[in-house]
């Protein structure tokens, strides 16, 4: 009997290894999940664990001071900006102090940097750095060295007395300059090589809602006057990616479009269709711990058409597909590996994410796992147009989840890439997708009609044919039956 039930434990564990769950998911300190059709969250495979920690201590070069900004290099040199410390901690791809950049000469004389928010490394290698307190935006070299700075525009367009805050900076492939800035509401402030403010792009219109607009109906003229202007919002951060678009994040916690893509016209041309909007977490409380909407507080693009957006609300990473779809979230609050206190930045270093956390101080390094691995290959493979290889991969990802509905809609969208509408019908059917759907089974119904045109003619024309020779030889049958009778009378 002992035997039977030590044989019995191994086949168990056997079964369990054999469906592929993986051991990885167990260990991390937070749950990982998208939303399915029906708004529901649907528990997930980790995409990725927590590998490693770095803080300053560790470095070797003292404890970090109020983080608030990062940013790693194609070649994986990282960028730290330890705001309090007012310096940059260049890092080495192996993740060793390369050199400290505390001061630079400017006109002959030393100069530094009064709490630096932002920092962007351009395709130059030229640093570029949001000298918050200092109000201007300094452009140094790859060792140091002041090359330019941005400071006290002047347009036509800005109110006077106008004081420059920038907080967070990008930049384009033609040394374009994007800027946001505290108390500048009509859009990410741009400026062109020469330090010339060009205006504003991507302008966020905030709607009073169906409460205000009531209120304000029934209000005195004097109420009026007190009450909140409903003037466009704030962006929190950005991104650019290899085509010059920049991906944007809001403060606006009640906007339905947190994350935007502009093109160089400043147009938001973000593709949103999910089955949810991409705004993070659309379930949640509100009241208590953890309530209210997503806060997102920076963004990174990873390739391949996806993006990781980071939610200061709950401490969490939502990371999506060039569609809109939600692949996966994870993360939260806490004190263990893997969860944070005030995640500030995310970036990619390789395969992996590194989470800038201001209130633990230190970087958290995340690897990916299979799951993970498996969902960016298909994925890109997918943006690439490579659908035959896309499909066996979604394939790959079924088997280690057979719920994620995702991976249904990557082997349909495959599918009708390659014109095979009968199968993606099926696979949207598993994923939810009536649009979808409706689109394959639109072409499958012409695609038949085609392929079966000449044999629905043929049998028409028989038919027809058929009928009029019917008509014929019955008209004939009478003629010949009255004049029987005439002949008969």
């Known amino acids: 009997m002992q035997l039977k039930r030590v044989l019995l434990l191994v086949a168990i564990i056997s079964l369990v290894a054999s469906i592929g769950i993986p051991a990885a998911s167990a260990a991390t300190p937070y749950e990982a999940y998208t939303y399915d059709y029906y708004g529901d969250s649907s528990p997930l495979p980790a995409p990725y664990v927590p590998d490693t920690a770095i803080t300053g201590a560790s470095l070797g070069v003292g404890d970090f001071k109020e983080p608030s900004d990062m940013y790693v290099t194609p070649n994986n040199t990282t ?40 920092l962007f490394v351009s395709d130059k290698n030229e640093l570029y750095v949001a000298d918050t ?45 994007f800027v946001i800035a505290r108390g500048v509401f009509e859009g990410i402030m741009q400026f062109d090589d020469k330090n010339n403010f060009m205006g504003y792009v991507g302008t966020i219109n905030v709607s009073p809602t169906v ?26 951060n950005v991104d650019i990616d290899s085509k010059g678009f920049v991906y944007a994040t809001a403060v606006d916690i009640t906007s339905s479009t947190p994350i935007k893509r502009l093109n160089p016209s400043g147009d938001d041309v973000l593709k949103r269709l999910g089955y949810w909007d991409v705004k993070g977490d659309i379930r949640f409380r509100m009241f208590g711990n953890n309530s209210g909407p997503s806060k997102f507080t920076d963004i990174k693009v990873l390739g391949g058409g996806m993006y990781v957006a980071l939610d200061s609300n709950r401490a ?8 809109g779809d939600l692949l996966y979230a994870f993360g939260g609050r806490g004190n263990q590996l893997g969860v944070f206190n005030t995640p500030v930045a995310v970036e990619k270093i390789g395969d992996k994410l590194a989470v800038l956390d201001s209130g633990k101080k230190n970087i958290v390094i995340f690897r990916p796992t299979k799951f993970g691995t498996l969902v960016g290959q298909a994925t890109t493979e997918h943006y690439n147009g490579n659908d035959d290889v896309a499909v ?55 695609e038949v009609l085609k392929e079966q045109f000449g044999t629905f003619m043929t049998v028409v024309l028989a038919l027809i044919i058929a009928f009029i020779a019917y008509r014929v030889a019955r008209l004939v049958i009478r003629r010949r039956a009255v004049k029987h009778e005439a002949g008969l009378s």
């Not at 106008?162 to 374009?176: E, G, H, Q, W």
């Open 79 to 118: 960028y730290i900006l330890d705001s309090g410390n007012a310096r940059i901690i260049v890092l080495d791809a192996d993740m060793h102090v390369n050199h400290i950049i505390k001061t630079f000469t400017n006109n002959g004389k030393e100069d530094g940097f009064a709490a630096p928010q932002g």
């Open 133 to 177: 307190d200092n109000g201007r935006v300094v452009v140094l070299s790859e060792k140091g060295d002041l090359i330019r700075i941005i400071a006290n525009p002047k347009s036509d367009i800005l109110p006077a007395g106008f004081k420059f805050v920038p907080l967070k900076v990008t930049v384009d492939s033609a040394d374009r300059v």
């Open 211 to 236: 409460w205000d607009r009531l209120w304000k109906s029934l209000s005195t003229k004097a109420q009026k006057a007190q009450m909140q202007l409903f003037i466009p919002t704030e962006f929190s």
């Open 316 to 323: 969490r990473l939502f990371t999506y597909n060039d569609e």
């Open 392 to 446: 066996t991969i979604w394939s790959d990802v079924l088997r280690l989840n057979t719920n994620y509905e995702i991976a249904y809609l990557g082997i349909g969208k495959s599918l009708l890439m390659q014109k095979n509408n009968e199968k993606a019908m099926e696979y949207f059917k598993l994923g939810m997708s009536r649009k979808n759907f409706s689109v394959a089974y639109k072409r499958y119904r012409r």
